[in-house]
T-cell receptor, first 113, second 114 residues
Framework: SQQGEEDPQALSIQEGENATMNCSYK?????LQWYRQNSGRGLVHLIL?????REKHSGRLRVTLDTSKKSSSLLITASRAADTASYFC?????????????FGKGTKLTVNP | DGGITQSPKYLFRKEGQNVTLSCEQN?????MYWYRQDPGQGLRLIYY???????QKGDIAEGYSVSREKKESFPLTVTSAQKNPTAFYLC?????????????FGSGTRLTVV
């Protein structure tokens, strides 16, 4: 069951630019999380935003959540080549009677030096 | 260092063979999960376990089996009934079902049918 859908599917920028990725979802959520995956590796948890929060910061990351539009965005400021990875949003919600974390298909970010 | 260890990193399976993927964590997390990732796709939940000796089917459990005899271990068996098992398998664990600190993932096992 697909819940979060990231947009764009792929993003290519120059080092120093900002990168914005969006996530839309369909049902009510408890929280929304963003993860990063380097090629061929596991996912790394970046940030969690609760349904009653609107914005959260962590270092160069800024996450916003608009529950009325069922959408979230992840902004990476002053990007670096090392930020090159796939970024996934995941929504924590009750589906089919049980609580689940459901991942989107991801945005592949390439930061060119 | 606390974390999740998945082994092996690469696994090759012959047609009709069962194989078992290992997942061990020393984070003292109660909940553990298995996901499957196909190229260009998100993660799909296979099985999850919130306490020892209990586990639940996820969205794509057919052809897979698990056990949770110890808190630290959650092995996944890919049976011959799984018709398209070639994929990247990720194990994860969480405290408080990931509501506070999110999930911690292992580095994955890439399974290929030969």
């Amino acid at each position: 069951s697909q819940q979060g859908e990231e947009d764009p599917q792929a993003l290519s920028i120059q080092e120093g630019e900002n990168a914005t990725m969006n996530c839309s979802y369909k049902t009510s959520i408890n929280n929304l999380q963003w993860y990063r995956q380097n090629s061929g590796r596991g996912l790394v948890h970046l940030i969690l935003i609760r349904s009653n929060e609107r914005e959260k910061h962590s270092g160069r990351l800024r996450v916003t959540l608009d529950t009325s539009k069922k959408s979230s965005s992840l902004l990476i400021t002053a990007s670096r080549a090392a930020d090159t990875a796939s970024y996934f949003c995941a929504t924590d919600s009750v589906q089919g009677g049980s609580e689940k974390l459901v991942f989107g298909k991801g945005t592949k970010l390439t930061v060119n030096p | 260092d606390g974390g999740i260890t998945q082994s092996p990193k690469y696994l090759f399976r012959k047609e009709g063979q069962n194989v078992t993927l290992s997942c061990e964590q020393n984070l003292n997390h109660d909940a553990m999960y298995w996901y499957r990732q196909d190229p260009g796709q998100g993660l799909r939940l296979i099985y999850y376990s919130q306490i020892v000796n209990d586990f639940q089917k996820g969205d794509i459990a057919e052809g897979y089996s698990v056990s949770r005899e110890k808190k630290e271990s959650f092995p996944l068996t890919v049976t011959s009934a799984q018709k398209n098992p070639t994929a990247f398998y990720l194990c994860a664990s969480s405290l408080d079902r990931g509501r506070v600190g999110g999930y911690t993932f292992g580095s994955g096992t890439r399974l290929t049918v030969v």
